[in-house]
């Protein structure tokens, strides 16, 4: 693991103390840390939305589809096309 020294200034360095204190983080690396990994899968997400989005229509988003999407996920097989 390699260090990375950031600063802050003091209202916000109070925040980062009273958020591992009362969200029992052990560190205020362990905070930042969790941030980051929060900030990457929101972007990861946003980018699948954004895909899906732009990705063609290939049918209705109906109750059957639903129901496919359910049995699929019940055996195992995340698609609605199963």
């Keep these: 693991m390699t260090t990375m020294n950031i600063s802050l200034p003091e209202a916000l360095k109070d925040f980062v103390d009273q958020r591992v204190a009362v969200a029992g983080y052990g560190t ?11 900030d990457k899968e929101r972007l990861q997400f946003r980018s699948l939305l954004l895909e899906g989005a732009e990705s063609p229509v290939t049918g209705d988003a109906d109750a059957k589809y639903f129901d496919a999407l359910r049995a699929g996920i019940q055996q195992g097989k995340p698609s609605a096309n199963a």
């Design 28 to 38: 205020s690396s362990e905070y930042i840390r969790e941030l980051i990994r929060r």
